[in-house]
T-cell receptor, first 111, second 116 residues
């Protein structure tokens, strides 16, 4: 079932700016993941944050997780035109052993 | 190269004509899954398989069948396709066991299906 809800749904920024996306979810989770999808292509895993972690970095990506608010944010710093894509959050719970995806967040980086 | 391969990538067919979308992974993953992606609805899970001969329904299984006779293959079968099954389909796999990384999905490139 769909659980993650990304916000904002669409974002347009200039190259070099930072892009921030939020994701909210409803039930307890074991980890939360972010994926990127370039137009019409398969999703690619970006980063995973466990429920006992609050922040994680990977290159220009920074993910935070607030389990008390059931929310996560993805920050892309110094954006590039190649970052233009849709970004999905997905929550995983061991109980049902499934990844539940949000509807996605479209980011356009203008050169 | 570790990958999930699905075929065909593009298909136009007519209502009622049975079709199969194949999916194969070379990573010895236990878990495989099919999703469909539609505008405004995000990714919805159709069926998944925890291991060989073990399959289960996802959120939108109606009109689809799957089988898992071998670990590497997980075909999606549309016995009698209808126009509402026009969509972008993705196969994905993950290890299934072995820590948090076991939950990370590797996706195929997608199969765009049009049913007239």
């Amino acid at each position: 079932s769909q659980q993650g809800e990304e916000d904002p749904q669409a974002l347009s920024i200039q190259e070099g700016e930072n892009a921030t996306m939020n994701c909210s979810y409803k039930t307890s989770i074991n980890n939360l993941q972010w994926y990127r999808q370039n137009s019409g292509r398969g999703l690619v895993h970006l980063i995973l944050i466990r429920s006992n972690e609050r922040e994680k970095h990977s290159g220009r990506l920074r993910v935070t997780l607030d389990t008390s608010k059931k929310s996560s944010s993805l920050l892309i710093t110094a954006s590039r035109a190649a970052d233009t894509a849709s970004y999905f959050c997905a929550t995983f719970t061991y109980g049902n052993n499934r990844l539940a995806f949000g509807k996605g967040n479209q980011v356009v980086v203008i050169p | 190269e570790a990958q999930v391969t699905q075929n065909p990538r593009y298909l136009i067919t007519v209502t009622g004509k049975k079709l199969t979308v194949t999916c194969s992974q070379n990573m010895n993953h236990e878990y495989m899954s099919w999703y469909r992606q539609d505008p405004g609805l995000g990714l919805r899970q159709i069926y998944y398989s925890m291991n060989v001969e073990v399959t289960d329904k996802g959120d939108v299984p109606e009109g689809y069948k799957v089988s898992r006779k071998e670990k590497r293959n997980f075909p999606l079968i549309l016995e009698s396709p209808s126009p509402n099954q026009t969509s972008l389909y993705f196969c994905a796999s993950r290890p299934g066991t072995g820590g948090a990384g076991a939950n990370v999905l590797t996706f195929g490139a997608g199969s765009r299906l049009t049913v007239l």
